[in-house]
């Protein structure tokens, strides 16, 4: 039994170096226009576009639109209540107050230091945490839940979601900036068993710290 409880971790171990490591970016449809996308910068998004010759650090402000969001096509769950949108909508709408945090005004208007934010979550999934928690506490359904990670990308039951964004001056309305950007949950990440939408409340979180890091960076504020 204890040999082979040990092969079991043995093998756990391997598909943790080649299994945890993958992220998957496809395309919604949700940009106008996915030409010139290019690799992003470490611990940035999958795949970013700015215009060449745009000076960022002229937008002091910014203007979010309504945030869109698509569900996974092979999701278990089919649509998102408008309570549960409205809900995520908010907590996305937070995530981004609180990471700006005063140094970057939300505005609802137009205007010549303002930058729009068209803003879509795509490819969400929403997690299982009952069959989530499985993984985490069994060794023979962590094997299996980590096989399924190299063999489909993905993680079962533990949530993932896409993100893809435009950046646009607000007066002209032309695209100066694009981003694409794909999350997958964790068996061992907690977020996972805060409910269905727990990853992808985390994952709002951490795309909204990289839009005050990028603009940080526009400005030299270094993160400041």
């Given at each position: ?121 795509t490819d969400v999934e ?18 299996i839940n980590l096989i ?77």
């Amino acid at each position: 039994m204890q040999k082979n409880l040990f092969i079991v971790m043995a093998l756990v171990a391997g598909l943790l170096v080649t299994g945890c490591s993958h992220k998957k970016t496809t395309y919604s449809g949700f940009l106008r226009d996915y030409s010139g996308l290019q690799k992003g910068p470490k611990g940035g998004p999958d795949l970013v576009y700015k215009k060449p010759g745009v000076d960022f650090s002229k937008y002091k402000k910014v203007l979010v639109e309504p945030v869109v969001f698509y569900l996974k096509k092979d999701a278990e769950a089919k649509g998102i209540q408008p309570k549960v949108m409205a809900e995520l909508e908010d907590a996305f709408e937070k995530e981004i107050v609180k990471a700006l945090n005063g140094a970057y005004p939300m505005v609802d208007k137009p205007g010549p230091d303002v930058l729009r934010i068209r803003i879509a979550i795509t490819d969400v999934e929403p997690s299982n945490p009952t069959l989530g928690t499985v993984g985490a506490v069994m060794p023979a359904g962590m094997a299996i839940n980590l096989i399924s990670n190299v063999t489909t990308g993905s993680s079962v039951n533990v949530g993932s979601a896409s993100m893809e964004a435009e950046f646009i001056d607000s007066e002209t309305g032309e695209v100066i900036g694009k981003v694409v950007d794909h999350i997958e949950g964790s068996t061992y990440d907690t977020a996972t068993l805060k409910g269905k939408w727990g990853h992808t409340k985390k994952a709002f979180q951490q795309w909204a710290q990289m839009l005050r890091k990028w603009l940080d960076s526009v400005h030299g504020r270094n993160g400041s």
